[in-house]
């Protein structure tokens, strides 16, 4: 966790992320105070770890799920 503030972003879901995400940059370019801009880069940038960790995870897992490999039948180890 990146902001102290912000509850555990494994407990919702990828839309809930994207939606807060949204609405954060949304707010981000509302707001003239700098300080209120430096709290909601954190938790942006939280949000943004978040979002390609899980699509990363998803990936790795995608590419272990595979098993059509046509390496697979080129090596014979014996």
Do not use: C, W
Request: glycine fraction near 2%.
């Amino acid at each position: 966790m990146i902001h102290p503030h912000e509850t555990e972003l494994k407990n919702y879901t990828d839309a809930q992320l994207e939606q807060k995400l949204l609405k954060l940059n949304h707010m981000y370019f509302m707001t003239e105070n700098q300080d209120m801009r430096q709290q909601m880069i954190l938790l942006i940038d939280g949000y943004k770890l978040e979002i390609e960790a899980r699509r990363a995870a998803a990936r790795l897992k995608q590419e272990q799920d595979q098993d059509d490999n046509p390496l697979d039948d080129l090596i014979n180890v014996s």
